[in-house]
């Protein structure tokens, strides 16, 4: 199959450029700069120039493909809103060159928040459409007949080289000199190893069905006490709890997500795609050390 992956050269869609070739998938990743051309021709994929933001490039690499992962999302939590809209608007984009076809379009969404009332977040639980509309957009088109499906990655994508959530909290243990977490900590978080939901997206393209979520989940829930906990004992930091009030200061923009309790099953994705995670956790993850530099 001759896919077409938005965001090819980021952290997870790196991993999803490679679990495509090694299941025999010709692969070209949309590239913005010199840089992400480079590493996506090393990683012995096809190149693309463009950007989320030039429809133009977005409706090409469509056209020429036999299906879309769209992994891109800009990550500017100053402009979140804008970044949003911006996602919108490509996964539209390409939605029309596939409608009327039976090509695949899988999109990237975010399970963290769903819900926050402590229940387990299913496959059946619909996300909200605001801030981040990647969900409702591919849903959308779904229902105007395009074979879209979405994947909802955790907060925590882990493996060597992650940048994300995980690594900002290490920063911020660093940076106060001691690892938070708030009030009790008993909130939870799920999180999947980057090469478990690189794999949940190839199965997706090749046999997902059109209108379906999948929840890449590995982990279904650790207590944020318990990240905390292995940061403060690789950093030799003091493990402490802070009160609500005090989120901020100490986790500054990343505050507002700190405190969710958004436990999730990857139950239905499991039985539907026959997947299950191989590869470790993330307390077993940031216990090899490479989070920390050793």
Known sequence: MRVFVTGASGFIGSAIVQELLQAGHQVTGLARSEASAAALVSAGADVLEGNLEDPDSLKKGAAAADGVIHAAFIHDFSRYLAAAETDRKAIETIGSVLQGTDRPL??????????????????QDPAPGFPRASEAAAMALAEAGVRASVIRLPPSVHDRGDYGFVPFIIGMARKHAVSAYVGEGTNRWPAVHRLDAARVFRLALEKGEKGSRYNAIGDEGIPFREIA???GEHLNLPVTSIPAEDAEAHFEWMSRFIMFDSPASATGTKESLNWSPRHPGLLDDLNMGHYFGH
């Open 106 to 123: 899988v999109v990237t969404a975010g399970i963290l928040g769903v819900r926050n009332d402590g229940q387990l977040i299913t496959e």
């Open 229 to 231: 906990g292995v940061i």
